[in-house]
């Protein structure tokens, strides 16, 4: 079992930047790809970004790429995702997602980007972004 908890959500104007905290509990952190996604009112939810269990590997959504950054801490339990250069339509409730993956080398290198490929979540942080 992995709980996840994210925190670091709240208002920023456009341009400006956050960073996002999803503090895992449990001794797997360290075996799971973990994954950022987002539901804004209104629609769907969204792939943000994922990173490999290895460190080596991230994946983004195309429309991210260059403005937002995953990176974990495995001594910390943590993953993170820097957002920068803020646009109101970045609102929304922010998700992580865990998902244990098996030690072969393929899966140690591999990122998800579909919810259902989730097995983890946690509750959402707010991100509101003003213009």
């Known amino acids: 079992q992995v709980q996840l908890v994210e925190s670091g959500g709240g208002m920023a104007q456009a341009g400006g930047s956050l960073r996002l905290s999803c503090a895992a509990s449990g001794r797997t952190f360290s075996s799971n790809a973990m994954g950022w996604f987002r539901q804004a009112p209104g629609k769907e939810r969204e792939f943000v970004a994922a990173v490999s269990v290895s460190f080596t590997n991230t994946d983004y959504a195309d429309s991210l790429k260059g403005r937002f950054a995953i990176s974990r801490d495995n001594a910390k339990n943590t993953v993170y995702l820097q957002m920068n250069s803020l646009k109101p339509e970045d609102t929304a409730v922010y998700y992580c997602?865990?998902?244990?993956?098996?030690?072969?080398?393929?899966?140690?290198?591999?990122?998800?980007?579909?919810?259902?490929?989730?097995?983890?979540w946690g509750q959402g942080t707010q991100v509101t972004v003003s213009s």
């Open positions: 997602a865990a998902r244990y993956s098996s030690d072969t080398y393929l899966d140690r290198r591999r990122c998800y980007r579909e919810d259902f490929d989730y097995t983890y």
